[in-house]
Nanobody
Framework: QVQLVESGGGLVQAGGSLRLSCVAS????????MGWYRQTPGKQRELVAV???????NYADAVKGRFTVSRDNAKSTVYLQMNSLKPEDTAVYYC???????????????WGQGTQVTVSS
């Protein structure tokens, strides 16, 4: 089994920073793309940031210039550095990773449990 465990969420004042981590464990043969979504009640789920296996990054317009996604393949971890946080960044953040658990099985998207980020003003 593959599990993704998130950490780093919390309460922060507007203008502050948080760093989210998402660690994958279990039977991992290879990982492809990884990234982050966020969800606020009453709003559509939003893709925040993605990073390919080759390290190419992409971001939602709302977070460009403020958030940075990165990965450490040796640690099977994806990060989201969030700077200059705004109240509208308040959401539950979910990480994902596309993981194959053997050389002959397809990539399957695995999800973290979610971590709450609250930005006060």
């Amino acid at each position: 089994q593959v599990q993704l465990v998130e950490s780093g969420g919390g309460l922060v004042q507007a203008g502050g920073s948080l760093r989210l981590s998402c660690v994958a464990s279990g039977f991992i043969f290879s990982m492809n793309g990884m990234g982050w979504y966020r969800q606020t009640p009453g709003k559509q789920r939003e893709l925040v940031a993605v990073i390919t296996s080759g390290g190419i990054e992409n971001y939602a317009d709302a977070v460009k210039g403020r958030f940075t996604v990165s990965r450490d393949n040796a640690k099977s971890t994806v990060y989201l550095q969030m700077n200059s946080l705004k109240p509208e960044d308040t959401a539950v953040y979910y990480c994902y990773a596309d993981i194959a658990d053997s050389p002959r099985t397809p990539y399957i998207r695995r999800w973290g449990q979610g971590t709450q980020v609250t930005v006060s003003s």
